[in-house]
């Protein structure tokens, strides 16, 4: 019997573009982003699903998926594949769809991010506060994969890392800002006070602060712990620890103003001047000895005079960055500048590496033989200098900061990110080997939550600041994979790791939702900044944030709601109601809310548009009736936002439906069309009325349906119907 021909099977996933379709032959071609193409036959039994939020149920479109197949629609498969001599055969058995239509990517909706905050923050509010009572004691650090604290006994669970209970405060803190939750203000203010209570020690004389690493709690007592125990900084104050003890008091401070968490910034920053600040060549250690809190200390090993990322470039997104714009004081903008001055100068490695220098000398020499370091790159870092330059870039326009952002951008991709499959990867080595590896992996190919959150939010400020279409693609495929995989639809909350194919892998730490380095902190901060540049830069929708200071506490009792540090002239504020009531005393421009005096705490509600948007669309419901609110045209580009938001305003059921239109000037037929079909797909006796004002025209066309309840003033507003339209269909 002759030998059977060597055979290979495996399962893996492709992501790109479909080219091609064969519906006959149950087969269609796709092309990756390194630009191979694929021809992928359909399994009789293949399923195909939408990517779902948190908290929706599952979106099959298994009966369509033949009719899905559209060329130019980003799809991922989960495919087998068959290797054999004669060539290899990929059978597709699963296809998950980013895209409900073409073009139309679920996570652009603008309640999506919205929506999984709210999830987000939920998930860790039950699993540290069962009962729904915010005592910070009970906290832990660790957090298991189904939102429950490990058994406390035999020692496995009584630490309270500082920095995790900070991170997740600031989680809070800005699920509040988006959502104006009560519940999440209430956890991250007591939050706030039990950091400043047992995790920060004040030293008066010197007019200092600095912040313990944690607090054991047992039944025998509480044991505070000053040095670091995380194994990159045993023994030591790592700036970093300090830097993010400060993330989540901040964030609070944004929404309510409170003093006292100003005075921590302030003895905080005091700290970072007299003892981590290099006053002969500039920026900051990374370490103090926590005796004598000097960063030459030979105690401190490998770590002493050393200068890293951390020290230098999480300044700006853990706090700096925030503080600034709770404040606008010159002082926290020329530390921005400083740092980001500091990574332009000395992080770049051209042309050795596309990859930064992440660890230096006190000199600024490069560091390639620290501990696990070495010359190697973490590829989310270089992806976080593109971010944080570009922001920075609009407080401080140096053409350094956009130039060198530029260039990660177009380096990444092709060297730390999965051509094949789609994500970002974790430590890669700084120089490539000589064949096809690249640069390869240092310890696996898996992929962490984090570091996809630092591409979606660099190349989506990016394509907003820039125009430039590729960044917006690469924004949009980030979004894409980490939508698709790191959502747990079982559990809650965000996967720690994915496997290269965006399977979840599930062991030691990375098992956890909680630990050193997880807390509800980039999950949310993803979830916030997207919104914000999707909606406000990319000028697709409006964006409302919520605020609940003090009024006499504020400097002028001025509250500044600039939602991030964005380029002069492209957002505006656009409303603002104080304690649920219109209020019209505010700057537009500068984004300022000049508020009522006050000594007690204020509700204050803003929107925040694009410049350039020319049709405002918002709905809401107050229980029985929904309202849609319509400002200017209704033409084709309007016409995707306006079929979310009366989809939106019928997913309540509501008994009434109100399309407040104000002084529309024109509505092209697809609009009027969409309003009909939104009326046959409410339930029977449902009310549909339409009122406010209207262009002649407009109020003609809606009239002529005979579908609607009207309560139109008819005013001249300009042209009514948009070029090319004949009114709507009978």
């Known amino acids: 019997m002759a030998n059977p021909s060597p055979r290979l099977t495996f399962s893996d996933t492709l992501a790109g573009y479909i080219t091609s379709s064969d519906p006959a032959r149950r087969r269609f071609e796709l092309r990756t982003a390194d630009g191979r193409r694929h021809t992928v036959e359909i399994a009789e039994n293949a399923a195909a699903r939408i990517v779902r939020n948190l908290g929706e149920d599952y979106r099959d479109c298994s009966h369509r998926l033949i009719d899905m197949l559209a060329e130019g629609r980003f799809v991922y498969v989960y495919a087998i594949f068959y290797e054999d001599p004669s060539g290899v055969v990929i059978e597709g058995k699963e296809l998950t769809f980013p895209e409900e239509d073409r073009g139309v990517y679920v996570f652009e909706d603008p309640d999506w991010w919205l ?48 920095d995790t209970i900070s991170r997740l405060v600031y989680g809070l803190a800005t699920a509040y800002l988006m959502t104006g939750k009560e519940r999440f203000l209430e956890a991250a203010e007591t939050g706030t006070d039990y950091l400043r209570t047992q995790m920060k020690i004040h030293d008066a004389a010197a007019g200092i602060a600095y912040w313990y690493h944690g607090i054991d709690i047992t039944a025998a007592g509480d044991r505070k712990v000053l040095a670091s125990e995380f194994g990159d900084d045993y023994d030591a104050i790592p700036m970093y620890e300090q830097i993010y003890a400060l993330a989540g008091p901040v964030q609070t401070y944004r929404v309510t103003g409170d003093p006292r968490i100003a005075e921590d910034l302030d003895q905080t920053l005091a700290l970072f001047r007299e003892h981590f600040a290099d006053p002969v060549h500039g920026g ?3 370490h103090l000895d926590p005796v004598a809190l000097d960063p030459k200390a030979d105690k401190l090993g490998r770590n002493r005079a050393r200068k890293n990322w951390n020290s230098i470039g999480d300044h700006a997104p853990a706090y700096l960055i925030n503080a600034f714009l709770a404040t ?60 944080n330059l570009t922001r920075i870039a609009a407080l401080r326009p140096k053409a350094a900061y956009g130039d060198l952002a530029r260039r990660l951008a177009e380096t990444m991709p092709e060297a730390g990110s999965d051509l094949q499959r789609g994500g970002w990867y974790d430590v890669v080595e700084r120089t490539a080997s000589h064949g096809p590896a690249g640069h390869r992996f240092v310890w696996h190919d898996r992929k962490a939550w984090w570091q996809q959150e630092q591409a979606i939010l660099a190349y989506l400020i990016l394509a907003g600041t820039g125009g430039d279409p590729e960044h917006l693609r690469q924004a949009r495929e980030s979004a894409s994979f980490y939508n698709a995989f790191f959502l747990d639809h079982d559990d809650g909350g965000v996967y720690y790791n994915v496997l290269a194919s965006g399977l979840p892998y599930l062991l030691g730490n990375e098992r956890l939702k909680g630990s050193h380095a997880m807390a509800g902190y980039h999950s949310v901060e993803l979830c916030y900044l997207a919104a914000v540049y999707t909606g406000l830069l990319l000028g697709r929708h409006p964006l409302t944030l919520h605020f609940k200071p003090t009024p006499d506490f504020l400097p002028g009792r001025q509250l500044r709601v600039a939602p991030d540090l964005l380029p002069a002239g492209q957002v505006r504020l656009d409303a603002v109601w104080v304690d649920d009531r219109p209020w019209h005393d505010y700057d537009p421009e500068a984004m300022i809310v000049n508020l009522p005096a006050g ?36 033409g084709d580009e309007e016409l995707g936002r306006f079929r979310r938001v009366l989809d939106s305003a019928l997913s309540g059921d509501p008994e009434r439906v109100e399309v407040h239109l104000e002084r529309v000037n024109a509505m092209c037929r697809q609009a009027v069309n969409e309003l009909l079909v939104s009326r046959s797909k409410a339930r029977l006796g449902t009310e549909f009325a339409i009122a406010g004002s209207a262009a002649p025209q407009v109020a003609l066309a809606l009239a002529a349906t005979d579908a609607f309840v009207l309560d139109l003033d008819v005013v001249e507003v300009g042209a009514a119907l948009l070029p090319g339209d004949r009114g709507p269909s009978r």
């Not at 050795?352 to 696990?372: G, L």
């Open 115 to 162: 929506r999984q905050v709210t999830e987000v923050a939920d998930f860790y509010l039950r699993g540290h506060f069962p009962d729904g009572k915010y005592d910070w004691r009970k906290f832990r650090t660790k957090l298991t994969l189904a939102g429950t604290h490990l058994p406390e006994f035999g020692g496995q669970d009584v630490r309270q890392e500082t």
């Open 328 to 387: 606008g004081r010159r002082d926290l903008a020329d530390m921005l500048e400083q740092t980001a001055d500091a990574i332009v100068a000395h992080f770049p490695d051209e042309p050795d590496s596309p990859f930064v220098q992440e660890r230096f000398h006190e000199d600024w020499s490069p560091d390639r033989s620290w501990a696990w370091q070495q010359d190697r790159a973490v590829v989310g870092h270089n992806l976080k200098i593109a971010w």
């Open 599 to 634: 000594d007690r705490p204020t509700r204050v509600r803003v929107m925040l548009v694009p410049s350039t948007m020319r049709t405002h669309l918002t709905g809401d419901t107050d229980g029985k009736t929904a309202h849609v609110h319509v400002r200017g045209p209704v």
């Open 284 to 286: 900051f250690f990374s």
